[in-house]
């Protein structure tokens, strides 16, 4: 029996300032981010969705909406799919810019590898999965939509595919409002297919 959990990454958020937004309130999507959350309900009209879940933060939610309403599903919320904590929230980090080069800040940097700045990435891989899993039991035989956020995704894939957790963020290989579709038989993992129904945008761009 395939069934297919595709974890989504929510479309391009309005973030004038070019803050770390991470679990605040009130971050929407953006013009572009409600189209992109268009065209991948779109890209997946045809597909047999049958359960969509989402992550409770504002942006995921008005990403999943086009794609639930194209199936006519009700947004299932779970919390497991909820962005990273992170102690940079509500500031500027861009490189060269804002929160990374004051020195009262630095004592947050001292371990890339948990990391030492936020929620650890071990604890993100095992409640992703717990979603993908909740996902795969409720959409048995078909497809499911989990719509999260950059660093979760892209954690849970990295996890699967029994890569270490800690990596660059600025490789990762998740753009906005794509695709990484986790591919079952039965109860086993076989494939992961990655994919960007919207195009391709820069993991660099801090708060996209």
Known sequence: MKTIVHMMRHGEVHNPDGILY???????????????????????????VTAVFASPLQRAQETATPVAGGHGLEIITNDDLIEADNQFEGLRVAVGDGALGKPRHWAKLRDPFTPSWGEPYIQIAHRMLSAANKAREAAAGHEA?????????????????????????????????????L??????????VYSEPAGASDPRITGA
Request: with cysteine; net charge neutral.
């Open 183 to 192: 591919i079952y038989d039965g109860d086993e993992l076989v494939d992961i």
């Open 22 to 48: 991470g679990r605040l309130p009130g971050f929407r999507l953006s013009d572009t981010g409600r189209a992109q959350a268009q065209t991948v309900a779109a890209a997946l009209a045809d597909h047999d």
């Open 145 to 181: 939509i989990c719509v999260s956020h950059q660093l979760p995704v892209y954690t849970l894939r990295r996890f699967l595919e029994g890569r270490r957790l800690w990596h660059d963020p600025r490789v990762r290989q998740c753009s906005l409002a794509s695709l990484t579709s």
